[in-house]
Antibody, heavy 123, light 110 residues
Framework: QITLKESGPTLVKPTQTLTLTCSFSGFSLSTREVGVAWIRQPPGKALEWLALIYWDDDKRYSPSLRTRLTITKDSSRDQVVLTMTNMDPTDTATYFC???????????????WGQGTRVTVAS | QPALTQPASVSGSPGQSITISCTGTDSDIGIFNSVSWYRQDADAAPKLLISDVNRPSGVSDRFASSTSGNTASLTISGLQADDEAEYFCGSYGSGTTHYVFGTGTRVTVL
């Protein structure tokens, strides 16, 4: 059974750096084709894909946020960490991590999600 | 980051069928003809509803997905009150946009 859970601060100040941790179980990030993504959702708005890290340490970022994001993994601890620099009130959102599963088409989708962690950016 | 375009809301009466469109570009839906659909209830995390044309175990066969060109569609047949939720499409993208979500559609059962 795959589970994921996000953790991190609920409140950060503008210009600070946000660090979020995704702790997972039921799969290994050392297994081929496996990946873990971060996705966020501002209140009342749409989902936004942020970053994804693969089993082989390949990393992909949202083009609009790539200069502010860093994603890393610790396969031995079954964790993925996302850092986002220079936080702004517009970054207020619920942040989710999700398990990436390869599709037969050569693409992929997110089949398991964490419950999300709400982050507010305010002074 | 450009998002896939969905109607903001779709509604229908119980028993009816409704269709939610998801319009992308030649760099995402159009190139792979592969879209996933996610359902999100209020104050909850999204859940996978359909991956390509496949439904995870436990998802009703009242939900079906199709793609044509740069547009994907989710059809809900036999609409039920329990189908009220927000629905998002998602697609793998070529180039720098590795993955993109839709703008979301609120389904209301009248």
């Amino acid at each position: 059974q795959i589970t994921l859970k996000e953790s991190g601060p609920t409140l950060v100040k503008p210009t600070q750096t946000l660090t979020l941790t995704c702790s997972f179980s039921g799969f290994s990030l050392s297994t081929r084709e496996v990946g873990v993504a971060w996705i966020r959702q501002p209140p009342g708005k749409a989902l936004e894909w942020l970053a994804l890290i693969y089993w082989d340490d390949d990393k992909r970022y949202s083009p609009s946020l790539r200069t502010r994001l860093t994603i890393t993994k610790d396969s031995s601890r079954d964790q993925v960490v996302l850092t986002m620099t220079n936080m702004d009130p517009t970054d207020t959102a619920t942040y989710f991590c999700a398990h990436r599963r390869a599709a037969w088409t050569g693409t992929f989708y997110f089949d398991h999600w964490g419950q999300g962690t709400r982050v507010t950016v305010a002074s | 980051q450009p998002a896939l375009t969905q109607p903001a809301s779709v509604s229908g009466s119980p028993g009816q069928s409704i269709t939610i469109s998801c319009t992308g570009t030649d760099s995402d839906i159009g190139i792979f003809n592969s879209v996933s659909w996610y359902r999100q209830d209020a104050d909850a995390a999204p859940k996978l509803l359909i991956s390509d044309v496949n439904r995870p175990s436990g998802v009703s066969d009242r939900f079906a997905s199709s793609t044509s060109g740069n547009t994907a569609s989710l059809t809900i047949s036999g609409l039920q009150a329990d189908d009220e939720a927000e629905y998002f499409c998602g697609s793998y993208g070529s180039g720098t946009t590795h993955y993109v979500f839709g703008t979301g559609t609120r389904v209301t059962v009248l």
